[in-house]
C-alpha cells in the first residue's frame, strides 16, 4: 500500500511539473558591422541606439505579438537605419542558431532562436548582440536615447494609428 501511495505521489508530482514547464522562446538581436576600423565600431554604436529605440516601441510581452510587429515594420526600419547611417544596410529577422557562450554571467545554451539582424555594409566586423525578449535587454549609460523623429512612422504603424 505504501508503495503505491508513493508511486501515485511521484505520478501527480511528474505532471504537475510537466503542467508548469513551459519552454521559454527568445528574441535576440545582433548587430553586424561593415568592418572593426573605428568608423565603422561607432556606426555600429550609432546602429544598437537606433535598433534598441525600434525594438522598445514594437515590445510586446506577447511573443506572438512582438514578432509580428516586428515582421511588419522591418522595411520601413531597414530603410529609416540605412538614411540615418548613410549606408547600405540589411535587416533580416528569423530562426538562428546561436552557439554556446556567456552572457550577464550566464551560459547560454546551442539553441535555435529568433534573431533580428542588422547588417551594416559588407558585415565583416565583431557584432554586438543581446536578448530583447522575454526580458528586453538593458542600454548601457545614463542618458535614454530617443529617436522619436526617426521611427514615428513605424510607431504610428505598430500602434494601428
Same mark, same amino acid.
Given at each position: 500500500?505504501?508503495?503505491?501511495?508513493?508511486?501515485?505521489?511521484?505520478?501527480?508530482?511528474? #505532471?504537475?511539473?510537466?503542467?508548469?514547464?513551459?519552454?521559454?522562446?527568445?528574441?535576440?538581436?545582433?548587430?553586424?558591422?561593415?568592418? /572593426?576600423?573605428?568608423? /565603422?565600431?561607432?556606426?555600429?554604436?550609432?546602429?544598437?541606439?537606433?535598433?534598441?529605440?525600434?525594438?522598445?516601441?514594437?515590445? /510586446?510581452?506577447?511573443?506572438?505579438?512582438?514578432?509580428?510587429?516586428?515582421?511588419?515594420?522591418?522595411?520601413?526600419?531597414? @530603410?529609416?537605419?540605412?538614411?540615418?547611417?548613410?549606408?547600405?544596410?540589411?535587416?533580416?529577422?528569423?530562426?538562428?542558431?546561436?552557439?554556446?557562450?556567456?552572457?550577464?554571467?550566464?551560459?547560454?545554451? @546551442?539553441?535555435?532562436?529568433?534573431?533580428?539582424?542588422?547588417? #551594416?555594409?559588407?558585415?565583416?566586423?565583431?557584432?554586438?548582440?543581446?536578448?530583447?525578449?522575454?526580458?528586453?535587454?538593458?542600454?548601457?549609460?545614463?542618458?535614454?536615447?530617443?529617436?522619436?523623429?526617426?521611427?514615428?512612422?513605424?510607431?504610428?504603424?505598430?500602434?494601428?494609428?
Amino acid at each position: 500500500m505504501r508503495k503505491l501511495i508513493l508511486v501515485g505521489i511521484i505520478f501527480v508530482f511528474a #505532471i504537475a511539473v510537466f503542467l508548469n514547464f513551459k519552454e521559454e522562446k527568445e528574441i535576440r538581436v545582433r548587430i553586424i558591422p561593415n568592418s /572593426d576600423t573605428s568608423l /565603422d565600431l561607432e556606426v555600429k554604436e550609432t546602429a544598437k541606439d537606433i535598433t534598441v529605440c525600434y525594438l522598445k516601441t514594437a515590445y /510586446d510581452e506577447e511573443y506572438n505579438t512582438f514578432i509580428n510587429n516586428i515582421n511588419s515594420t522591418k522595411r520601413e526600419f531597414e @530603410n529609416i537605419l540605412g538614411k540615418e547611417l548613410k549606408r547600405k544596410v540589411e535587416v533580416e529577422f528569423g530562426n538562428h542558431t546561436l552557439y554556446n557562450k556567456t552572457y550577464n554571467n550566464s551560459a547560454v545554451k @546551442n539553441t535555435e532562436e529568433m534573431t533580428l539582424y542588422v547588417i #551594416i555594409g559588407e558585415g565583416k566586423g565583431s557584432n554586438w548582440w543581446g536578448t530583447v525578449y522575454p526580458e528586453f535587454l538593458t542600454v548601457n549609460g545614463s542618458e535614454e536615447v530617443k529617436y522619436e523623429s526617426l521611427i514615428l512612422s513605424i510607431f504610428k504603424k505598430i500602434k494601428g494609428e
